[in-house]
């Protein structure tokens, strides 16, 4: 089985893929997404660049290694040109868009008219939700209830990051609507991302609520750890993977599912096509 670690940060300009992919083989990792440094818009303490610099640093992380480096570029609604940028992103090789709602709603216009932009390049998009550890107030613009707006958007894949830690209930909840509302005409495909976020006492919690709430989730979780390209722990990083194995026994989670959890439902998400919801069954009330 391959796994992948969707949701690594990029924090220094100078690629060692070398390094980066020996520790990942360490950790059991086969590959990765690579989010590019962030916007100088945006509020993240993490290294922010201007779109081509920080464009050419995430192509030059997975340059010649993209069935196992993945190409993602952090995007601003705020940013100037935000919508050509994701055209031309888009045109250059990224293979999919992240973004965080840090100082705006995800229902903010000039959000929504990003999100139309790249629904327009067939491209998904990592959302961060769930408490935002920046050491600014900007937690509140990160409930997952939030994200109801994007029902409207006809065939854009998204992922709600941390599963939205400390409020995984509520975003499941929000996953269990999309279900629903998909049942009458096509929709948005929401995407459950559990990279901590949740700390270990709650992986447990969350990981059962997903396996039991009777939602047909078995399509739509993967699998990341939030870790940085440069400094890639994979002690830190085979603990995950661990714990979450020994779960999913409990659960009696099945070789299938946990293959697409580590590998499979992610090349679904960066399948650059509609939206193919496979869904097997709804607990409707």
Excluded at 38 to 66: D, G, H, I, M
Excluded at 102 to 112: G, H, I, L, Q
Excluded at 137 to 164: Q, V
Aim: aromatic share 12%.
């Amino acid at each position: 089985m391959k796994i992948y670690d969707m949701h690594i940060h990029i924090n220094h300009t100078q690629p060692n893929q070398d390094e980066l992919l020996k520790h990942m083989e360490e950790a059991g990792v086969y590959g990765g997404g690579l989010i590019s440094p962030c916007p100088e818009e945006a509020t993240a303490s993490l290294l922010k660049q201007p779109y081509k610099e920080r464009l050419n640093t995430v192509l030059n992380w997975t340059k010649n290694q993209e069935e196992r480096l993945i190409p993602i570029l952090w995007v601003h609604p705020y940013e100037k040109d935000a919508c050509e940028i994701v055209k031309d992103a888009a045109e250059s090789g990224i293979k999919a868009f992240k973004i965080i709602c840090d100082t705006f709603p995800v229902y903010d216009e000039a959000n929504m008219k990003l999100l139309a932009a790249i629904e327009e390049t067939n491209l998904p998009v990592l959302f961060h939700t769930g408490i935002l550890w920046s050491g600014t107030d900007t937690s509140r613009y990160c409930r997952p209830a939030d994200w109801e707006a994007l029902l409207n958007l006809d065939h854009i894949k998204f992922s709600m990051g941390h599963c939205s830690w400390p409020w995984h209930d509520e975003c499941i909840a929000v996953y269990g609507k999309f279900l629903n509302y998909y049942l009458t005409r096509p929709s948005a495909e929401m995407f459950f991302d559990i990279t901590p976020g949740t700390p270990p006492i709650y992986r447990k919690d969350l990981l059962t609520k997903l396996f039991t709430i009777g939602y047909d989730v078995e399509n739509n979780i993967m699998f990341g750890t939030d870790s940085i390209a440069d400094d890639y722990n994979p002690h830190w990083v085979r603990s995950w993977i661990e714990r979450d194995n020994a779960i999913y026994d409990e659960l009696d989670v099945s070789e299938a599912v946990r293959e697409k959890i580590y590998e499979k439902t992610l090349m679904r998400f960066l399948h650059n096509g509609a939206v193919e919801h496979e869904l097997l069954h709804i607990n409707k009330r």
